[in-house]
């Protein structure tokens, strides 16, 4: 078996407003659009992972909370209906998808191995998180790629900041050793928003753009930085920065998916190309992509991690 | 009379889903023992507060007259599923529903098919009412609400009990101590985290068994920074809210850990 690799990471928030906007098949509610300038953003990313042709898509999700240890969906085939227990008037999506399964209960040895506590989810009627469907939804709407799902555990939360990052960046590292050592090309899917500061009203049409702009400027400004930075490579920058971020604009990043995403692909101090930006409801949410093919990071090997 | 009996039980599926483990069976036979106070009460319509149904925007009130389904808790997923069908009081949640916004409380009904019914909900509905025979009103814990706000959503849902001549039973579902352990255990041995936590437990505890209203008021923000009380202990502010900051002491059906964390059924003295 050929050793696997890493092809690309994005940053790929899960706003259930993006689907909404959009208004495929499988959801039930019907909009007038919205949100377009993110929705565009994720266009053009499916584009770039068209061209990527990865085995699979792996996502770590921040809304399939875990206390105990790191949980990796392990049933080959998931589906049913999952309603947004936050905008259930915008999100209740018919899913079904395929799991890899060989590659989750590689990863979740791997990061047992490491020291992590990890599970695999066997129940086949679990039902997957919103988060999960809209990062998978709004990267690759065809659902003809399988995929792995892995759980936030809460520690970040739990413990602290530095401690939860710290599991997740072991997380991250196995993950990598997962892939390499299943021969598949993967992509990663960081299912994450930056500055999570929020209205607590929704406008009476939700899809009302004359209402949707950032909640807080401190927290557009947050995200102004950390995006310059990694569009300009500077990952050790914003890695070190992170624990100020999320402490003042409530960065959704706490919960891991991020820190998962760098550690597995080495973090590279390779410039992010921004897709697009866009508020949702007051939060900051950009579709970014870290692209180790066009970088040269990538040798149908593994990445060349600088960070083993 | 319109509050005719109030619980504060334990949101932990694990009681429900493995009681034949000692220590949650005894978790367990403590919501049995409730459940069978509850009926004997005779109220028209179960009144329940659930700190694991999170709301973020507004105030949710489940208005689906009928909610029934399949239920698999994020975490527990491997001791099996959680069936639920539940009769909804639409009556008594519209009531409660205007007069939240009559409140200044921005609040919404939820009435979708599928919509996920957390596992707090459905553990106290399937020990409180496992006949089906009563109808709830369900409500969310918006992490923004505070104690006070809390304690006057209680109070106004009781108020719409009352002007409707319902007779409610009032169920707050949370934990007391929120440490878990992080590993797997022997579930057997379960206990609770730490002795602090331990003993901070009895001390609520033994605050409700007296009646001391003012006491456990005063005591509950420490006990909610130094044990981890799960979500600020508000699910007791909602009861007293309904209770109009009253009672005369409680009965404990139950004392005990789920994975570290403190569970307690108690019933309460009205």
Known sequence: MAQGEIVAGFLAPHPPHLVYGENPAQNEP???????PLRWAYERARKSLDELKPDVLLVHSPHW???????????????????????????????????????????CAEAAEAGLVTKMMRN?????????????????????????????NNSPYYLNTKEGLGEMDILGKATRRAIEKTGRRAVLLASNTLCHL??????????????????????????????????????????????????????????????????????????????????????????????LVKAGLTRGGGVLARAG | MTVVAAFLVPGSPLPLLKPENPPWGRIAAGYQRAGRALAQARPDTILLYS?????????????RPRVAGLHVDDNWYDYGDLPFDLAIDTELTAGCLAASAAAGISAKAVDYDGFPIDSGTITACRFLNGDGRLPFVLTSNNIYHDWAATERLGALAAGVARSAGRRIAVVGVGGLSGAMFREAIDIRDDRVASSADDRWNR??????????VAGVKAEAPRFAAEARADMGF???????????????????????????????????RL
């Open chain 1, 30 to 36: 019907r909009s007038q659009g919205g949100w377009e």
């Open chain 1, 65 to 107: 909370m875990t206390h105990v240890g790191h949980h990796f969906l392990g049933v080959r085939n998931l589906s049913g209906k999952s309603v947004d227990p936050i905008f259930p008037n915008l999100f209740r999506y018919t899913f079904d998808l395929t799991v890899d399964v060989e590659l989750a209960e590689a990863c």
């Open chain 1, 124 to 152: 086949p009627n679990f039902r997957v998180d919103y988060g999960t469907i809209t990062t998978l939804h709004m990267i690759r709407p065809q659902w003809d790629i399988p995929i792995v799902g892995i759980s936030a």
């Open chain 1, 198 to 291: 929020h209205f607590h009203e929704e406008p009476a049409t939700p899809e009302d753009m004359s209402q949707e702009h950032p909640q807080n400027y401190d927290g557009y400004k947050w995200d102004m930085r950390i995006i310059d930075l990694l569009r300009r490579g500077r990952t050790r920058e914003v890695f070190d920065l992170l624990p100020q971020f999320i402490e003042e604009a409530f960065a959704e990043i706490k919960s891991g998916a991020f820190t998962w995403m760098f550690a597995a692909m080495g973090y590279p101090e390779i410039p992010g190309e921004l897709h697009g930006y866009g508020t949702v409801i007051g939060t900051g949410n950009a579709v970014m992509e870290w692209n």
């Open chain 2, 51 to 63: 700190t694991q149904w999170l709301a973020v925007l507004d105030q949710l009130w489940q208005a």
């Open chain 2, 203 to 212: 001390r609520i505890l033994e605050l409700l068994e007296r009646g001391d």
């Open chain 2, 234 to 268: 508000k699910h007791l502010a909602f009861i007293l809210g309904a209770l109009g900051g009253r009672f005369y002491g409680a009965r404990i059906h139950a004392y005990g850990p789920v994975y570290g964390s403190g569970a307690a059924v108690v019933e309460f």
